[in-house]
């Protein structure tokens, strides 16, 4: 779900699907689509000296295409161990395995004071709950959510994402949005 804003979508061919081996768990996995991803990777401004880290990282393609398209160092916190061993395969086989690292976590825990961007793709009431841990973060880290807001924070820019391949909802559409701690 994602559409490039600085150039061409990259595709990190090779990133297993992984949503029937998540199993049952409280928080769902959703992929991100492509060009989503980059699409959040483009707002935020990434770039190859930021530090990187995605709350839920899945199959890891966030982490993965921002060190693959500018040499971002990234971790991604994961609580379902299959999906950061996923992850952490994905990183090795796309040649980003030294930038891109996957640990097992606890989002409400994990320390985030290293980050300069956050990525997330998480349901409303989570991203509510973080939000105190988030705007505690040093002053000029760029966080960015795909489709939920901060409640009564705004976000200070927002944009809309073709998403065909969005494979929850009705719309075809995803919303990217950008805060500024």
Not at 3 to 9: D, I, K, R
Request: glycine residues 10%; proline residues 6%.
């Amino acid at each position: 779900m994602r559409g490039a804003l600085l150039g061409a979508p990259l595709a990190c061919r090779g990133v297993e699907v992984a949503a029937q081996e998540a199993g049952d768990l409280d928080v769902p996995y959703v992929t991100t689509p492509q060009n989503v991803v980059d699409a959040m990777l483009d707002l935020a401004g990434t770039g190859p000296s930021d530090r990187l880290i995605d709350l839920g990282s899945g199959d890891g393609r966030i982490v993965i295409t921002a060190a693959k398209r500018w040499g971002t160092r990234g971790l991604g916190y994961e609580i379902d161990p299959r999906l950061a061993s996923i992850a952490t395969r994905n990183a090795r086989r796309e040649g980003v395995g030294e930038l891109a690292r996957f640990v097992v976590d606890d989002i409400f825990v994990a320390d985030l004071s290293s980050a300069t961007v956050i990525t997330m793709y998480l349901l409303p009431d989570v991203n509510l709950r973080l939000r105190p841990r988030l705007r505690a973060l040093r002053p000029g880290t760029r966080l960015v959510s795909h489709d939920w807001d901060m409640g009564d924070w705004p976000p200070q820019k927002s944009i809309e994402v073709e998403a065909p391949e969005k494979r929850v909802g009705l719309r075809k559409t995803s919303r990217v949005m950008l805060w500024t701690v």
